[in-house]
């Protein structure tokens, strides 16, 4: 099912279409399941990382930068593609049906990038975007501490001013990609005299630093994806603060509310297929006419077909001019929690064989085990369920704040 959305967008499909069947280089799309969600686990992943030094690859990824397809939402004037949420949606669901990746500058374009457009000076965009875009910066987030997480104004890392630069002390945690990257954005309290929410600062440092260390967090399905960083009178100088001293707040909620919806429409796909690898696991198990299994998947596939129409919904208020809102807050509730329930029918379907790793070096979990595993993550990360509950009723139901407890 495709939403009618006018003649100009249906000419823009057609155009992306013929561009990817043009410039895709063969073989490319064999080289990976680009389609897979990183949340069915670390293998697709790990693959995906060892395909990105292809030679194919590289030449998609040249391809994508000469037609400004990486960054694609970002004004043209930063290098961007200048593209709206519905454009950036059609350019998903064309690259899913090529089976093709779209070239992601990760955090570096959905996060600190449209930090610098929003809040840096004329100076910031021209020094740090253009290297975003390139690939030679690939950043990391330092916000959360091991004492502050959901309560993120908390934070007491340390920046203190001397001279033209910044000194940096203090510990990160639960950084994504932290071995991959070369830089990060973080914020440190610069005044600690200030309230809560002030005397934050924003500041974008070389993750390199040999004042920087970090070690890999072993999560409980054997994976290390996060890891926590160790940040030793780390200097950066003060052109790196975005948004001037003691205004990183600001800058840190544009960081944390820049989504526009743009792969609404594809998110549910890879869930869907990820079900169905499911059924066929249940089929092979003889599990498959069990009827509380069937009915178990019933849902699941249910709650599929939800995630599909509301992502087609997304769209729709995108086309009409309307922001998500608080919808990504409904999307990231509904996605984790169902991810959840559907890794616990997996091990159900298991059987007594998901309580037991295979055998081999490092203890390693199954397919469905590192679902179950790794699912419990979800509701977590990216804001808890009970972060993103808030949300709902304050933005979107327009109830009052939940009370708070005073110190």
């Keep these: 099912m495709e939403l009618d959305l006018g003649p100009e967008i249906a000419e823009f499909r057609a155009s992306t279409r013929s561009w990817i069947d043009e410039h895709a280089p063969p073989g490319l799309a064999e080289k990976a399941d680009w389609n897979a969600s990183y949340t069915t686990g670390g293998y697709s992943a790990r693959r995906r990382i060892e ?70 000076t004329p100076e910031q965009q021209a020094h740090f975007l253009p290297k975003i875009i390139s690939g030679e910066d690939d950043y990391c987030q330092g916000f959360s501490e091991p004492g502050s997480g959901s309560d993120l104004a908390s934070l007491s890392t340390k920046g203190v001013v001397d001279g033209d630069e910044i000194v940096i002390t203090g510990q990160k945690v639960w950084t994504s990609g932290a071995s991959l990257a070369n830089r990060m954005f973080l914020l440190v309290r610069t005044d600690p005299d200030a309230e809560k929410h002030a005397g934050i600062s924003y500041v974008l440092i070389d993750f390199t630093d040999p004042a920087i260390t970090f070690r890999p967090i072993k999560q409980m399905s054997g994976a290390s994806g996060f890891a926590e960083d160790f940040l030793d009178g780390v200097r950066a100088p003060l052109f790196n603060v975005i948004g001037g001293l003691n205004n990183g707040w600001k800058v840190a909620m544009t960081t944390l509310g820049y989504e526009r919806g743009g792969s609404a429409t594809i998110q549910h796909l890879a869930y869907e297929r990820e079900f169905w690898e499911l059924v066929e696991h249940a089929r092979k198990r003889g599990v498959a ?21 509301s992502g087609l919904r997304v769209l729709a208020g995108l086309a009409a001019g309307r922001e998500p809102g608080a919808a990504n807050s409904v999307s990231k509730l509904y996605w ?12 159900e379907i298991e059987g007594a064989d998901g309580l037991i790793r295979p055998e081999g070096d490092d203890y390693p979990v199954s397919f469905w085990q590192n679902t179950f595993l790794s699912s419990r993550s979800g509701t977590i990360y990216s804001g808890t369920s009970e972060i993103q509950r808030n949300i709902i009723s304050e933005r979107a139901l327009g109830l009052p704040k939940e009370p708070r407890a005073r110190a």
Excluded at 82 to 92: E, H, K, S, T
Excluded at 289 to 309: C, E, G, H, N, T
Excluded at 339 to 344: A, D, N, S, Y
């Design 289 to 309: 006419s069990d009827p509380v299994i069937r009915q178990k998947l019933a849902w699941a596939y249910s709650q599929v077909q939800i995630m599909r129409f």
């Design 51 to 120: 395909a990105m030094i292809s030679a194919e690859y590289s030449e998609w990824e040249n391809a994508c930068l000469e037609a400004r397809l990486i960054c694609p939402g970002w004004p043209t004037e930063y290098g961007g593609g200048g593209l709206d949420a519905v454009r950036i949606a059609i350019l998903n669901e064309e690259l899913h049906r090529a089976g093709l990746p779209r070239v992601s500058r990760g955090m570096g374009e959905s996060l600190s990038g449209p930090s610098i457009i929003v809040h840096g």
């Design 336 to 347: 984790s929690e169902y991810h959840k329930k559907l890794g616990e029918i997996a091990i």
